[in-house]
T-cell receptor, first 111, second 115 residues
Framework: TQLLEQSPQFLSIQEGENLTVYCNSS?????LQWYRQEPGEGPVLLVT?????EVKKLKRLTFQFGDARKDSSLHITAAQPGDTGLYLC???????????FGEGTQLTVNP | DTEVTQTPKHLVMGMTNKKSLKCEQH?????MYWYKQKAKKPPELMFV???????INESVPSRFSPECPNSSLLNLHLHALQPEDSALYLC??????????????FGNGTRLTVT
């Protein structure tokens, strides 16, 4: 079983601050997906990274996949209250069809 | 609006009841999933249907019974549940069952309470 360690579990910051969320594993993943989930809703895909070393930007969000495809990070610049939610990383098995989810990071951005 | 529709949104049932959760998608996706999620925790995989056939059962108790009548519909039949089964039940679909090329599209879930 492949495991993904996500940190921090909880993060409460002020509007305008920057933050980084990490997902780490000793296993290699074929891909890494990041989702955001708001209360009362299902997770929504933010990005998929597939190539080692890949960097993708989505407005104020920057996603990076480690060179060895074992880790990933999500960096948010100038956080806003609308960024509040549960952020989940999910790694695709190199063989098989399972997604392994990290434990999630509950982000609260205070105005 | 999510493209995966789940009904009902909320369900309260007793431990002797039989109920069903329903999920529908019209995106032509060929893989469909049931996940269980407790508060502030990640989703836990329960079942995967690939091309309408059950391909993964994550050792889920038999009081949960999945059904895939066609490529657009997924049901979860519930019987003799326990209070610890109370959770958000999420349905998801993907174009194919291979994660690298097929991100999951989640519904908004059914909030289940077992009394």
């Amino acid at each position: 079983t492949q495991l993904l360690e996500q940190s921090p579990q909880f993060l409460s910051i002020q509007e305008g601050e920057n933050l980084t969320v990490y997902c780490n594993s000793s296993s290699v993943f074929s891909s890494l997906q990041w989702y955001r989930q708001e209360p009362g809703e299902g997770p929504v895909l933010l990005v998929t990274v597939v190539t080692g070393g890949e960097v993708k930007k989505l407005k104020r969000l920057t996603f990076q996949f480690g060179d060895a495809r074992k880790d990933s990070s999500l960096h948010i610049t100038a956080a806003q209250p609308g960024d509040t939610g549960l952020y989940l990383c999910a790694g695709g098995e190199t063989s098989g069809s399972r997604l392994t989810f990290g434990e999630g990071t509950q982000l609260t951005v205070n105005p | 609006d999510t493209e995966v529709t789940q009904t009902p949104k909320h369900l309260v049932m007793g431990m002797t009841n039989k109920k069903s959760l329903k999920c529908e998608q019209h995106m032509g996706h060929r893989a469909m999933y049931w996940y269980k999620q407790k508060a502030k925790k990640p989703p836990e995989l329960m079942f995967v249907y690939s091309y309408e056939k059950l391909s993964i059962n994550e050792s889920v108790p038999s009081r949960f019974s999945p059904e895939c009548p066609n490529s657009s519909l997924l049901n979860l039949h519930l019987h003799a549940l326990q209070p610890e089964d109370s959770a958000l039940y999420l349905c998801a679909s993907s174009l194919s069952p291979r994660p690298p090329n097929s991100p999951l599209h989640f519904g908004n879930g059914t909030r289940l309470t077992v009394t």
